[in-house]
Protein backbone atom coordinates (compact mmCIF):
# COMPACT_ATOMS: atom_id res chain seq x y z
CA UNK A 1 0.00 0.00 0.00
CA UNK A 2 1.50 3.45 -0.53
CA UNK A 3 -0.46 7.00 -0.09
CA UNK A 4 -3.04 4.83 1.35
CA UNK A 5 -3.75 2.95 -1.84
CA UNK A 6 -4.56 -0.47 -0.99
CA UNK A 7 -4.18 -3.48 -3.31
CA UNK A 8 -6.31 -6.66 -3.96
CA UNK A 9 -5.26 -9.33 -5.28
CA UNK A 10 -8.48 -11.59 -5.60
CA UNK A 11 -8.65 -15.35 -5.73
CA UNK A 12 -11.78 -17.47 -5.46
CA UNK A 13 -14.21 -19.49 -7.06
CA UNK A 14 -15.98 -18.78 -10.24
CA UNK A 15 -19.64 -18.58 -8.60
CA UNK A 16 -18.23 -16.64 -5.44
CA UNK A 17 -16.51 -14.36 -8.07
CA UNK A 18 -19.03 -13.46 -10.49
CA UNK A 19 -22.05 -13.44 -7.56
CA UNK A 20 -23.64 -9.94 -7.05
CA UNK A 21 -22.59 -9.33 -3.30
CA UNK A 22 -18.62 -9.92 -4.50
CA UNK A 23 -19.62 -7.54 -7.53
CA UNK A 24 -20.99 -4.55 -5.43
CA UNK A 25 -18.41 -4.99 -2.61
CA UNK A 26 -15.46 -4.87 -5.04
CA UNK A 27 -17.20 -1.77 -7.26
CA UNK A 28 -17.25 -0.30 -3.35
CA UNK A 29 -13.84 -0.76 -2.93
CA UNK A 30 -12.93 -0.10 -6.10
CA UNK A 31 -14.81 3.46 -5.88
CA UNK A 32 -12.53 4.26 -2.49
CA UNK A 33 -9.30 3.74 -4.85
CA UNK A 34 -8.56 0.32 -4.28
CA UNK A 35 -6.46 -1.01 -6.63
CA UNK A 36 -7.00 -4.40 -7.78
CA UNK A 37 -4.90 -7.51 -9.94
CA UNK A 38 -6.86 -9.92 -11.48
CA UNK A 39 -8.11 -11.99 -11.53
CA UNK A 40 -7.98 -14.15 -14.37
CA UNK A 41 -9.86 -17.11 -15.84
CA UNK A 42 -8.96 -20.78 -15.97
CA UNK A 43 -8.79 -23.86 -13.72
CA UNK A 44 -9.13 -23.17 -10.29
CA UNK A 45 -7.60 -25.42 -7.03
CA UNK A 46 -10.89 -26.34 -6.56
CA UNK A 47 -11.19 -28.43 -9.97
CA UNK A 48 -13.61 -26.22 -11.41
CA UNK A 49 -12.97 -23.46 -14.69
CA UNK A 50 -13.98 -19.78 -14.91
CA UNK A 51 -12.84 -16.18 -13.76
CA UNK A 52 -11.58 -15.92 -10.04
CA UNK A 53 -8.11 -17.61 -10.69
CA UNK A 54 -5.12 -15.60 -8.70
CA UNK A 55 -3.22 -13.78 -11.44
CA UNK A 56 0.21 -15.17 -11.78
CA UNK A 57 3.02 -13.98 -9.63
CA UNK A 58 5.05 -12.54 -12.17
CA UNK A 59 1.78 -10.48 -13.11
CA UNK A 60 1.57 -9.32 -9.66
CA UNK A 61 5.06 -8.18 -9.55
CA UNK A 62 4.66 -6.55 -12.96
CA UNK A 63 1.95 -4.71 -11.56
CA UNK A 64 3.57 -3.12 -8.16
CA UNK A 65 6.98 -2.46 -10.25
CA UNK A 66 4.19 -0.22 -12.28
CA UNK A 67 2.66 0.81 -9.37
CA UNK A 68 5.54 2.06 -7.80
CA UNK A 69 7.46 3.64 -10.28
CA UNK A 70 4.47 5.42 -11.02
CA UNK A 71 4.18 6.85 -8.02
CA UNK A 72 8.04 7.42 -8.28
CA UNK A 73 7.99 6.66 -4.75
CA UNK A 74 12.14 5.96 -4.58
CA UNK A 75 12.91 9.20 -6.65
CA UNK A 76 10.51 11.56 -4.46
CA UNK A 77 12.77 10.14 -1.59
CA UNK A 78 16.05 11.71 -2.98
CA UNK A 79 18.25 8.88 -1.86
CA UNK A 80 21.75 9.29 -2.63
CA UNK A 81 23.96 5.71 -3.48
CA UNK A 82 27.87 5.18 -4.15
CA UNK A 83 28.92 1.92 -5.90
CA UNK A 84 32.18 0.69 -5.97
CA UNK A 85 33.58 -1.39 -9.10
CA UNK A 86 35.73 -2.95 -10.97
CA UNK A 87 39.57 -4.28 -10.18
CA UNK A 88 42.34 -2.23 -8.60
CA UNK A 89 45.75 -2.37 -9.90
CA UNK A 90 48.74 -2.15 -7.25
CA UNK A 91 51.81 -0.70 -8.77
CA UNK A 92 54.86 -2.59 -8.40
CA UNK A 93 56.95 0.26 -10.57
CA UNK A 94 55.83 2.58 -12.86
CA UNK A 95 55.38 -0.19 -15.29
CA UNK A 96 53.79 -3.18 -13.41
CA UNK A 97 51.25 -4.03 -11.14
CA UNK A 98 49.01 -6.38 -9.23
CA UNK A 99 45.52 -6.98 -10.69
CA UNK A 100 42.35 -9.11 -11.40
CA UNK A 101 40.17 -10.23 -13.95
CA UNK A 102 36.94 -7.84 -12.69
CA UNK A 103 35.24 -6.67 -15.71
CA UNK A 104 33.06 -3.97 -13.57
CA UNK A 105 30.31 -5.06 -15.56
CA UNK A 106 28.11 -5.78 -12.31
CA UNK A 107 28.86 -2.32 -10.75
CA UNK A 108 28.17 -0.90 -13.46
CA UNK A 109 24.61 -2.22 -14.36
CA UNK A 110 23.84 -2.08 -10.31
CA UNK A 111 24.86 1.57 -10.33
CA UNK A 112 22.57 2.01 -14.02
CA UNK A 113 19.71 0.20 -11.73
CA UNK A 114 20.23 2.78 -9.09
CA UNK A 115 19.59 5.74 -11.49
CA UNK A 116 16.45 4.63 -13.19
CA UNK A 117 15.01 4.28 -9.70
CA UNK A 118 15.77 8.21 -9.32
CA UNK A 119 18.60 7.12 -6.90
CA UNK A 120 21.55 9.96 -7.03
CA UNK A 121 24.45 7.37 -8.06
CA UNK A 122 28.15 7.87 -7.57
CA UNK A 123 30.49 5.09 -9.50
CA UNK A 124 33.64 4.80 -8.34
CA UNK A 125 35.41 2.68 -10.92
CA UNK A 126 39.17 0.68 -11.08
CA UNK A 127 39.96 0.60 -14.64
CA UNK A 128 37.53 -1.19 -16.98
CA UNK A 129 37.29 -1.48 -20.52
CA UNK A 130 33.45 -0.23 -20.58
CA UNK A 131 32.13 3.03 -22.53
CA UNK A 132 29.83 4.69 -19.64
CA UNK A 133 27.18 6.90 -20.36
CA UNK A 134 27.41 10.92 -19.64
CA UNK A 135 24.47 10.75 -17.40
CA UNK A 136 26.29 8.89 -14.82
CA UNK A 137 28.21 10.12 -12.42
CA UNK A 138 31.84 8.49 -12.25
CA UNK A 139 34.90 8.55 -10.95
CA UNK A 140 38.08 6.75 -12.30
CA UNK A 141 40.39 5.25 -9.38
CA UNK A 142 43.69 3.11 -10.38
CA UNK A 143 44.53 1.96 -6.93
CA UNK A 144 42.72 1.00 -3.72
CA UNK A 145 43.39 3.79 -1.94
CA UNK A 146 42.03 5.71 -4.23
CA UNK A 147 38.97 3.99 -4.34
CA UNK A 148 38.75 4.59 -0.45
CA UNK A 149 39.56 7.96 -0.70
CA UNK A 150 36.77 8.69 -3.46
CA UNK A 151 34.32 6.68 -1.09
CA UNK A 152 35.40 8.92 1.46
CA UNK A 153 34.61 11.97 0.19
CA UNK A 154 31.76 11.11 -1.96
CA UNK A 155 29.70 10.36 1.91
CA UNK A 156 27.35 10.71 2.85
CA UNK A 157 24.90 8.26 1.12
CA UNK A 158 21.70 6.34 2.34
CA UNK A 159 22.95 3.19 0.23
CA UNK A 160 26.51 1.96 -0.63
CA UNK A 161 27.06 -1.15 -2.89
CA UNK A 162 30.85 -2.40 -2.61
CA UNK A 163 30.54 -4.72 -5.85
CA UNK A 164 34.67 -3.69 -6.93
CA UNK A 165 36.94 -6.55 -6.72
CA UNK A 166 39.67 -4.53 -4.37
CA UNK A 167 43.00 -6.09 -4.24
CA UNK A 168 43.96 -7.09 -0.84
CA UNK A 169 47.43 -5.99 -1.24
CA UNK A 170 49.26 -3.25 -2.23
CA UNK A 171 53.15 -3.02 -2.76
CA UNK A 172 54.90 -1.10 0.41
CA UNK A 173 58.12 -1.41 -1.31
CA UNK A 174 56.99 0.49 -4.17
CA UNK A 175 59.90 1.96 -6.75
CA UNK A 176 59.88 4.77 -7.96
CA UNK A 177 61.81 3.63 -11.49
CA UNK A 178 61.10 0.79 -13.55
CA UNK A 179 62.68 -2.41 -11.61
CA UNK A 180 65.78 -3.77 -13.86
CA UNK A 181 65.32 -7.84 -14.54
CA UNK A 182 69.09 -7.67 -12.34
CA UNK A 183 67.79 -5.53 -9.75
CA UNK A 184 65.03 -8.22 -9.33
CA UNK A 185 63.83 -8.08 -5.28
CA UNK A 186 60.99 -9.78 -3.29
CA UNK A 187 57.89 -7.48 -3.43
CA UNK A 188 56.84 -6.75 0.29
CA UNK A 189 52.93 -6.60 0.66
CA UNK A 190 50.78 -4.59 2.81
CA UNK A 191 46.95 -4.71 4.01
CA UNK A 192 44.85 -2.66 1.84
CA UNK A 193 41.85 -0.15 3.93
CA UNK A 194 38.83 -2.67 3.78
CA UNK A 195 36.42 -0.32 1.90
CA UNK A 196 33.04 -2.08 2.82
CA UNK A 197 34.17 -2.78 6.42
CA UNK A 198 34.92 0.90 6.71
CA UNK A 199 31.34 2.01 5.24
CA UNK A 200 29.65 -1.39 7.76
CA UNK A 201 31.07 0.51 11.08
CA UNK A 202 31.01 4.27 10.61
CA UNK A 203 30.09 5.89 13.41
CA UNK A 204 28.24 8.73 11.82
CA UNK A 205 28.13 8.42 8.11
CA UNK A 206 26.66 4.81 7.96
CA UNK A 207 24.48 4.38 4.79
CA UNK A 208 21.35 3.57 5.74
CA UNK A 209 22.02 0.35 3.56
CA UNK A 210 25.57 -1.44 3.05
CA UNK A 211 25.57 -4.19 0.35
CA UNK A 212 28.74 -6.32 -0.07
CA UNK A 213 29.57 -8.88 -2.64
CA UNK A 214 31.76 -12.51 -2.05
CA UNK A 215 33.76 -13.65 -4.93
CA UNK A 216 34.09 -17.33 -3.63
CA UNK A 217 35.40 -20.63 -5.46
CA UNK A 218 34.13 -23.23 -2.82
CA UNK A 219 32.01 -23.36 0.32
CA UNK A 220 29.74 -20.16 -1.18
CA UNK A 221 26.91 -19.94 1.16
CA UNK A 222 29.54 -20.70 4.27
CA UNK A 223 32.06 -18.55 3.07
CA UNK A 224 29.69 -15.57 2.53
CA UNK A 225 27.70 -16.45 6.03
CA UNK A 226 31.44 -15.97 7.69
CA UNK A 227 31.90 -12.94 5.48
CA UNK A 228 28.63 -10.86 6.36
CA UNK A 229 29.18 -11.49 9.91
CA UNK A 230 32.82 -9.85 9.84
CA UNK A 231 32.03 -7.09 6.94
CA UNK A 232 28.95 -5.92 9.01
CA UNK A 233 27.61 -5.32 5.80
CA UNK A 234 23.40 -5.33 5.99
CA UNK A 235 23.38 -7.58 2.85
CA UNK A 236 26.14 -9.85 0.70
CA UNK A 237 25.83 -11.18 -2.35
CA UNK A 238 27.68 -14.31 -3.35
CA UNK A 239 29.14 -15.26 -6.47
CA UNK A 240 30.84 -18.63 -7.88
CA UNK A 241 33.45 -16.91 -9.30
CA UNK A 242 34.68 -20.71 -10.41
CA UNK A 243 32.34 -20.77 -13.21
CA UNK A 244 33.47 -19.70 -16.17
CA UNK A 245 29.66 -18.63 -17.70
CA UNK A 246 28.30 -16.98 -14.22
CA UNK A 247 31.82 -15.86 -13.10
CA UNK A 248 34.68 -12.79 -13.84
CA UNK A 249 33.48 -11.20 -17.54
CA UNK A 250 30.47 -13.42 -18.40
CA UNK A 251 27.43 -11.58 -19.19
CA UNK A 252 25.62 -13.62 -16.87
CA UNK A 253 25.10 -14.23 -12.86
CA UNK A 254 23.93 -16.60 -10.66
CA UNK A 255 24.03 -15.34 -6.71
CA UNK A 256 22.70 -16.18 -3.56
CA UNK A 257 21.90 -12.87 -1.51
CA UNK A 258 22.53 -13.23 2.23
CA UNK A 259 20.45 -11.19 4.99
CA UNK A 260 22.27 -9.97 8.32
CA UNK A 261 19.76 -12.11 9.93
CA UNK A 262 21.42 -14.81 7.99
N1 LIG B 1 36.17 -5.13 -0.22
C1 LIG B 1 36.43 -3.79 0.04
N2 LIG B 1 37.71 -3.40 0.30
C2 LIG B 1 38.72 -4.29 0.33
C3 LIG B 1 38.46 -5.67 0.06
C4 LIG B 1 37.17 -6.06 -0.22
O1 LIG B 1 35.50 -2.97 0.01
N3 LIG B 1 39.96 -3.87 0.60
C5 LIG B 1 34.77 -5.55 -0.45
C6 LIG B 1 34.45 -6.01 -1.86
O2 LIG B 1 34.07 -4.94 -2.68
C7 LIG B 1 33.31 -6.99 -1.60
C8 LIG B 1 33.64 -7.56 -0.24
O3 LIG B 1 34.52 -6.65 0.38
O4 LIG B 1 32.08 -6.31 -1.49
C9 LIG B 1 34.22 -8.92 -0.22
O5 LIG B 1 35.33 -9.01 -1.06
P1 LIG B 1 36.10 -10.38 -1.26
O6 LIG B 1 37.26 -10.17 -2.15
O7 LIG B 1 35.12 -11.47 -1.60
O8 LIG B 1 36.56 -10.70 0.22
P2 LIG B 1 37.83 -10.30 1.03
O9 LIG B 1 37.47 -9.36 2.09
O10 LIG B 1 38.92 -9.87 0.11
O11 LIG B 1 38.18 -11.68 1.74
P3 LIG B 1 38.87 -13.02 1.12
O12 LIG B 1 39.74 -12.58 -0.01
O13 LIG B 1 39.62 -13.57 2.27
O14 LIG B 1 37.74 -13.90 0.69
Redo the contacts with the bound molecule.
Keep these: ASDKKIILVPAMNVRMWTHQATKENISKLLSYGYLCVGPEIGEMACGEYGEGKMSEPIKIIEFLNNFFSEQKIISKSKLKAIV?SGPTKEYIDPTRYISNDSSGKQGYEIAKSLIRYGIETTLISGPTNLSYPKNLKLIKVQT?EEMYEETKKNLPVDIAV?????C?FKISNYQKNKIKKEDIANLELEK??????FLSTHNSLRPRLVI?????TNNIIK?AEE?ISR?HCDWLIANDVSKPEIGFNSDFNEVTIIYKDK
Design positions: TACAAAVDNKDILNGFAAENKK
